[in-house]
């Protein structure tokens, strides 16, 4: 089976190529580094070094407190990370700096794998979430890597996946040297697709464990100000077919409340340019962040077309929408709007969140909604009380803190495989 997962890896490469192509003409950064992706990172590490994957930003972000503390606590071992899309090189690059290593993915094929991991000599791979790659997994294992999967879900969807070519599988989990699941549920399903359940423990979300800047209420202040206290919400990481959706509830929202602002911030940066036109068309005044125009008062919508600006968005507005819900991506992390004290809504398609997600809808710490129309009556509710707004923010706020310590429990996982390396 592991052998024809790699020849349809060789067959498709040619179409990965293209589609890498056209992706560069929105985005060139995606045409940078491209040997990188073969196995040929530019890395000189001496001695052993700890290799953490986070795909992009997200994940990147989630690492952070990770990666800090693998710096202080291991001053020995050199830290590569890499991630597959631009934008999450461009988050490595300014919350590390040079401090890291950084190195775009290579191919699941196994020469470009054997090539980066001589390359980059790792003791342990630490990859974040969901990443199972087969054939890196399996040489990681010849050459006695440990692997770590950590911060690890696994939905019911993936799961059935993954059940269906289950003679690789069940040979590609059982290699993992330990598995830091999300919840029990995760576990469960790492311990049925062939993970030995003896180096499976339920460690909870590292995303609990978010830090938010000292000096991010003070930007939050300084943006507030700029935009006249005016009512203020955010729609955070949209995806294609769901800003239609939102701009249509932003002008329901606008017949209650004239004055609401909306901040839109797509997931992708090569989209910013479609999204703007999006915007026009529908008649909206819309003032670009990347312009530096001032949001006047008759601005209707702000398009955040910036990277690393997000949490400053979030932190001046008073109700986030998080994308990727609408339509079925799977959603996006909605504890960064909470653990601000946020009231946060989201669309029912938020299965690669399923479990933080429900969390927040028991304690009342979000709703679920299904249409534009519903979006914008939870919006403008929330908008015209603010009682109500600050009530849901709270219970919110105070779920992230309960939860907090999933970081201490991922950490005491990682020192044993370093420990018995």
């Known amino acids: 089976m592991r052998y024809l997962y790699t020849l349809i890896w060789y067959l498709l490469l040619p179409g990965y190529l293209l589609r890498l192509y056209w992706r ?28 953490i994957h986070s795909v992009s930003v997200g994940e990147t972000q989630a690492a952070e407190p990770l990666v800090r503390h693998l710096l202080e606590r291991y001053p020995g071992y050199p830290v590569v990370i890499t991630t597959t899309t631009p934008t999450g090189a461009e988050r490595v690059r300014t919350l590390f700096g040079d401090t890291v290593l950084h190195a775009y993915f290579p191919l699941d094929i196994p020469f470009a794998v054997d090539r980066f991991l001589e390359r980059s000599r790792p003791a342990v791979l630490v990859m974040m979430e969901t990443e199972i790659w087969p054939n890196l997994l399996l040489a990681c294992r010849r050459r006695s890597i440990r692997t770590v999967l950590a911060n690890a879900r696994m ?35 790492f311990v049925a697709l062939g993970a030995c359940p003896e180096r499976v423990r339920v460690t ?8 938010l800047p000292a000096s991010l209420r003070e930007q939050a202040e300084v943006l507030r100000r700029q935009w ?9 990481s949209t995806h294609e077919g769901e800003e239609v959706q939102v701009l249509e509830a932003h002008q329901r929202v606008l017949a209650v409340h004239p004055g609401a602002l909306l901040v839109l911030v797509p997931r992708h940066p090569e989209r910013f340019e479609r999204v703007a036109a999006l915007v026009e068309k529908t008649g909206l005044t819309l003032v670009r962040r990347s ?9 209707q919508v702000c398009l955040g ?30 504890l960064e709007p909470a653990a601000l004290g946020l009231p946060v809504v989201f669309g029912p398609h938020m299965f690669n969140f399923s479990t933080i997600s429900t969390m927040l809808l028991e304690e009342g710490a979000a709703l679920e909604v299904g ?6 009556e ?30 201490q429990r991922l950490l005491e996982v990682l020192e044993r495989q370093l420990v018995d390396d």
């Open 204 to 211: 909870g979300s590292i995303k609990f464990d978010i830090r």
């Open 378 to 407: 939870v919006i403008g509710g929330w908008l015209g009380d603010a009682s109500a707004r600050t009530r849901v923010g709270e219970r919110g706020r105070e779920m992230v803190a309960a939860n907090r310590g999933a970081l």
């Open 228 to 236: 006249g206290g005016r009512a203020v919400w955010v729609a955070a």
């Open 291 to 299: 312009s530096g125009a001032v949001v006047g008062g008759g601005t």
């Open 24 to 51: 560069s003409l929105r985005a060139p950064a995606y045409r940078a580094r491209l040997a990188e992706r073969f196995g040929f990172a530019n890395l000189r590490v001496s001695g052993t070094s700890i290799w």
């Open 155 to 189: 939905s019911a969807r993936s799961a059935a996946g993954y059940a269906r070519f289950s003679g690789l599988s069940r040979e590609v989990f059982a290699a993992l040297d330990a598995v830091a699941a999300q919840a029990a549920p995760d576990a469960a399903r």
């Open 371 to 376: 249409s534009a129309e519903a979006l914008s």
């Open 305 to 334: 077309d910036t990277m690393g600006e997000l949490m400053v968005f979030l932190a001046a507005a008073d109700a986030a929408f998080v994308g990727g819900s609408l339509v079925p991506t799977g959603g996006h992390n909605v």
